[in-house]
């Protein structure tokens, strides 16, 4: 049989399913999207009794639209300039405090941020920066390059440089073997420290979300993932823990997704918990809920978020990484796609995280005792999420992508109150490809904003914006 | 910098073949392009549900924005090339695929469009490991008849230039299929 007649047929078949195919309604779609919790309608309410108030006593500033899910399609794109003065609206979305909520909201105006980007030296065509950490000495920001992870140093923020790493002893880098690595979370420990991610098959950068596919059974990847560690005493050369398939593999689906260290040991979580008390010798036990994403470590606790095992959102704490408490978390009802928590952090006794999904929801706790209750959404247009928070004092940053721009909400009362901030001069523009913007994490240091991400399929970019009060 | 897709588009498109200008209603290209649409990105993704959800959200975002999509000389073409592009595209493929999850978790359980026959299948499988390109053109090709005159148009390339891809596509899907069969045997 020719080539043609193979395709030929081939398309025929799938015609049958073109000829079966409802029309589904696209009304219903978007209003699926845009149902809200009970939160979320106490929120509405709450927004519109505050637009009134303003609209009696004058702010009429108060007015702003919500969200730019019906902004135009088709726009002008203006060359991109940095530094760029972004335009802060007003807050969007206001809670009211909760009598157990220890920070005080403050009632001046919300300062503006002045937003700069830049993009990263790579070897290669495709690079990604998907975490970022604070040190001793500056910072860390992790990802890949081409099929190697990759990591950058910097004093400032502003200035990277690009940190060495070495595989395993005997063993060779991720690109020789067909593979690629990334990294996805750093801690230090006593002098040392770790950053962690995965190898795998496939291509560069499709395990970031993607690989979530295959957690769910999805032929969609085979990459075959193994954890991955690589420890520096420096933090400007690393070299890969070598290979354990006992402590690292085994499983079809083994990723570290973050880390997190106390004053004895590291503990990592994604498909499965680990600890070590000198990031060389690692243990694994079973994940107490499904994928986990992110862990911190608050002084007494090791909170952990991510996905429950019925796959709803689920976030933990243990005091010893062996031990694990469940924390209630608010379920949007919404909910029809799976809405991982991705990133987390603690303000005073409060603590915040941040998810993917449909929405892009942050939600807030006012300390450890009560559920987590969804605070701010990003948009509901086309699957937003937000992977990455950072708090320094009252000041918080949740960053994410929302329909191929990157996109960052602020908040100056400790995570209760939010402004969300879109430029696409800035955070990308979905209508170039070579301009679309994802940001994976960010830091917040002497009241510096610095997140880390993508601009279009292969640029290393890093934000830096600073609050002008 | 290059223009806006959009744009870009509606300077340099005529309408495909069989596409009407005489009913511009969004009501009515939904209605003509949907399952051509949702056929052409199952083709290019591989999976049925994030092929329907990458072509319902396209089909959103030109509804959102028909006023300037339905003055196109071919919406039609604009929204194939904003699927394939989708479709082929590894960034936005993993996009499509971290929203699809939910779809893949939770399956409509009402009636559903018939499976593919397996020997298609494993065709389609080797038609997405070509050159996004070829890949491309070669959809376009077999499941929709277009021309390479209208290929080029819908995918911004000379004639010539989608002729060279759908002939090395087919070409490497020879090969690809000969691999396989060896594998087989």
Redesign the interface.
């Known amino acids: 049989m020719t ?2 007649q ?16 409802a ?2 309604d ?1 009304d219903e ?2 209003t699926r999207r845009r149902q809200a919790s009970p939160t979320q309608r106490n929120l509405a309410i709450a927004l519109g009794a505050t637009v009134l108030l303003a609209l009696v006593i004058g702010f009429a500033a108060l007015l702003a639209p919500l969200g730019d899910d ?1 902004a ?6 203006a ?2 300039t940095v530094p760029v003065t972004s335009v802060t609206s007003p807050p969007e979305n206001t809670t009211p405090p909760s009598p157990t909520t220890a920070a005080a909201v403050p009632a001046e105006p919300v300062p503006s941020i002045t937003w700069t980007r830049m993009e990263l030296a790579a070897t290669s065509e495709e690079a990604a920066l998907d975490t970022i950490a604070v040190t001793e000495d500056g910072f860390l920001a992790g990802g890949f390059d081409g099929r190697d992870a990759a990591i950058w140093t910097s004093d400032d923020g502003s200035t990277w440089n690009r940190a060495t790493l070495l595989p395993g002893a005997g063993e060779a880098d991720a690109s020789a073997q067909g593979r690629f690595a990334e990294v996805v979370g750093f801690a230090s420990l006593g002098g040392k420290t770790v950053a962690v991610g995965f190898e795998g098959a496939g ?1 560069p ?2 395990m ?3 690989s ?2 295959r957690w ?1 059974n ?1 032929a ?1 990847l085979d990459a075959d993932p193994i954890a991955a560690v690589w420890v520096s005493d420096d933090r400007t050369n690393w070299r890969r823990v070598p290979h354990d398939e006992s402590v690292f593999g085994e499983a079809d689906v083994v990723r570290m997704w973050a880390v997190a260290a106390s004053d004895d040991q590291f503990v990592a979580v994604g498909d499965a918990v680990w600890r070590s008390s000198d990031g060389l010798i690692w243990q694994r036990a079973p994940s107490p809920g499904n994928t986990l994403f992110s862990v911190i470590f608050d002084g007494t606790w090791f909170v952990a978020a991510g996905l429950d095992p019925g ?1 709803l959102q689920g976030m933990y704490r243990s005091v010893d990484g062996v031990e694990w408490i469940e924390m209630p978390v608010e379920q949007p009802s919404d ?4 809405q991982p928590l991705l990133d987390l952090a603690k303000v005073g006794q409060a603590y915040l995280t941040v998810g ?1 999904g ?1 929405a892009g929801r942050i939600w807030r706790a006012a300390d450890v005792s009560v559920e987590m209750e969804v605070v701010f959404q990003v948009g509901f247009n ?2 937003p ?1 937000l992977s990455g928070i950072a708090i320094d004092g009252n000041r918080v940053a949740a960053v994410g ?1 929302k329909d ?1 721009q990157g996109v960052v909400s602020t908040s100056t009362d400790g995570g209760q109150t939010w402004t969300k901030e879109e430029s696409r001069e800035v955070f990308g523009n979905r ?6 913007g994802a940001i994976r994490d960010v830091v917040i240091v002497d009241g510096r904003i610095i997140a880390v991400g993508k601009i279009g ?1 292969g640029a290393a970019a890093v934000w830096i914006g600073e609050w002008n009060d | 910098m290059r223009a806006g897709l959009g744009k870009a588009v509606a300077e340099t498109h005529s309408p495909p073949r069989g596409e009407s200008q005489s009913d511009t209603s969004f009501a009515a290209f939904y209605a003509r392009e949907y399952p051509r649409i949702a056929e052409l990105a199952y083709a290019l993704t591989g999976d049925r549900w994030i092929g329907e959800d990458l072509a319902q959200d396209s089909f959103i975002a030109a509804r959102q924005n028909w006023a300037e999509v339905g003055t196109y000389p071919a919406p039609g073409a604009w929204i194939r090339r904003v699927v394939a592009n989708k479709a082929v595209s590894r960034y936005r493929r993993i996009q499509v695929e971290r929203k699809a999850l939910p779809r893949l978790w939770r399956r409509p359980t009402g009636d559903t469009p018939p499976e593919v026959a397996a020997e298609a299948a494993e065709i389609w499988a080797a038609v997405r490991r070509l050159p996004k390109r070829q890949a491309q053109v070669i959809a376009l090709t077999y499941l929709e008849g277009h021309s390479l005159s209208d290929i080029g148009e819908i995918l911004q390339c000379s004639p010539f230039t989608a002729k060279t891809h759908l002939q090395r596509g087919k070409q490497a899907l020879a090969t690809l299929l000969r691999a396989n069969e060896e594998v087989t045997e």
């Open positions: 080539i043609d193979m395709l030929t047929d081939a398309a025929e078949s799938l015609h049958s399913y073109r000829d079966a195919i029309h589904p696209l779609r978007v019906e135009p399609f088709v726009e002008e794109v060359p991109t291509e950068g499709e970031y979300f993607g979530l596919n769910k999805s969609w796959g909910m029809w796609r799976p993917g449909d086309v699957g999420y992508e191929f209508f170039v490809e070579d301009e679309t399929v």
